[in-house]
């Protein structure tokens, strides 16, 4: 976060580290990304999956690929209940 922090444009990032999935080779495979963690409940849930940053290293640990995703929602789809935590 303090390297990319500035490329991340959020308020206030939130890791998400998740996998331990094993490719064909036996290596175990993680996945790195960021969400906006500032703002509602609610808010927080839509960031975390539909805008996270990716972050994906090459077979030596370096930086390989950035993805930020961006998606085009602009339209109202319907309205799904939200289940809160009790």
Partial sequence: MAQYGELL???EPRLNLY??????YGQQLYRLEFFEGDGS??????????????FYCDDAGGLFLVRIWQPDLPQKMGDYPIIIAS
């Fill in 19 to 24: 996998g331990g999935d094993y490719d064909i």
């Fill in 9 to 11: 444009g959020m308020e």
């Fill in 41 to 54: 409940d609610l808010g927080q849930i839509l960031h975390y999956n539909f805008t996270p940053v990716a």
